[in-house]
């Protein structure tokens, strides 16, 4: 199973962008990036994914390298509500499993 | 509408002891997860089901016992409960279909305390 990268935590301003990195260098073709969110207390949600070309939907933007070995999710404007851990998983869908990494703490300052 | 739904909540019990954790999905998937979520807060998928058909099963003890009585419903019983076991425990779903992507829909977490 291909591994993903992510730094330990990070902090950001309200009403900030967010750029939060994922390395996975090891990705294979068929692999999509996957990018959950886990508020405090709760179970993970989803928040977008991805193959090779950008996406934008209403929660945030996937922004994918030419080479795929490395994303970015971007939270265009973070509120106190966005503070969680984000994490990057790869997988093909159609398949059962995510092999969800240890992701990034985001802390949103007010 | 609670789309993935456990219960019970919190669970206190001693070493030992034989539990259960329910989990429920309305949203008429036919695919369903346990996930163990441990104190480092690391989320490891420990079975699924598709169609009432085990297809994933994570290495997990075999004193981890799942059942599917029907789609919308995946169990966990748990028997000889060690203090290891302590943790979040995680029901999720999802329709997977072949070459199109839908996501886990994640329920609320049972949080298992073997004392």
């Known amino acids: 199973d291909a591994k993903t990268t992510q730094p330990n935590s990070m902090e950001s301003n309200e009403e900030e962008p967010v750029h939060l990195p994922c390395n996975h260098s090891t990705i294979s073709g068929t692999d999509y990036i996957h990018w959950y969110r886990q508020l405090p207390s709760q179970g993970p949600e989803y928040v977008i994914h991805?193959?090779?070309s950008n996406v934008n939907n209403r929660m945030a933007s996937l922004a994918i390298a030419e080479d795929r070995k490395s994303s970015t999710l971007i939270l265009h404007r973070a509120t106190l509500r966005d503070a969680a851990v984000y994490y990057c998983?790869?997988?093909?869908?159609?398949?059962?499993?995510?092999?969800f990494g240890t992701g990034t703490r985001l802390k949103v300052l007010a | 509408d609670t789309a993935v739904s456990q219960t019970p909540k919190y669970l206190v019990t001693q070493m030992g002891n034989d539990k259960s954790i329910k989990c429920e999905q309305n949203?008429?998937?036919?695919?369903m997860y346990w996930y163990k979520q441990d104190s480092k807060k690391f989320l490891k998928i420990m079975f699924s089901?598709?169609?009432?058909?085990?297809?994933i099963n994570e290495t997990v003890p075999n004193r981890f016992s799942p059942k599917s009585p029907d789609k919308a419903h995946l169990n966990l019983h748990i028997n000889s409960l060690e203090l290891g076991d302590s943790a979040v425990y995680f029901c999720a779903s999802s329709q997977v279909s072949r070459g199109i992507y839908n996501e886990q829909f994640f329920g609320p977490g049972t949080r298992l305390t073997v004392l």
């Open positions: 991805g193959l090779t």
């Open positions: 089901y598709n169609n009432k058909e085990l297809i």
């Open positions: 998983i790869l997988g093909v869908p159609g398949t059962y499993k995510y092999i």
């Open positions: 949203l008429g998937h036919d695919t």
